[in-house]
Nanobody, 115 residues
Framework: QVQLVESGGGLVQPGGSLRVSCAAS????????MDWYRQAPGKQRELVAT???????HYADSVKGRFTISRDNAKNTVYLQMNNLKPEDTAVYYC?????????WGQGTQVTVSS
């Protein structure tokens, strides 16, 4: 079955960098769009970045120029490189995909930006 497993979260100071990863299995990874969402305490989950099966990328305005989404189809892994992190980037970050009519989510990884 489809599985998405995030890793790489942690505590980082403002202005710092972090990379989170999502290892995917159970579907033909290279064909599908992959997304990163985040959810901060008391807020709705929001879309941060998308990478299509063809490698096109899209970003939320709040992270443009600071975050980069990428994928390694040989490793069935999608990454989110986060630079110049701000306290407002603090959230649980989730990997997401849709296969057919079903949506799949990882368990999430906590990113905390604080001095």
């Amino acid at each position: 079955q489809v599985q998405l497993v995030e890793s790489g979260g942690g505590l980082v100071q403002p202005g710092g960098s972090l990379r989170v990863s999502c290892a995917a299995s159970g579907f033909f990874f290279r064909l599908y769009d992959m997304d990163w969402y985040r959810q901060a305490p008391g807020k709705q989950r929001e879309l941060v970045a998308t990478i299509t099966g063809g490698g096109r990328t899209h970003y939320a305005d709040s992270v443009k120029g600071r975050f980069t989404i990428s994928r390694d189809n040989a490793k069935n892994t999608v990454y989110l490189q986060m630079n110049n992190l701000k306290p407002e980037d603090t959230a649980v970050y989730y990997c997401h995909t849709q296969v057919g009519v079903r949506e799949y989510w990882g368990q999430g990884t906590q990113v905390t930006v604080s001095s």
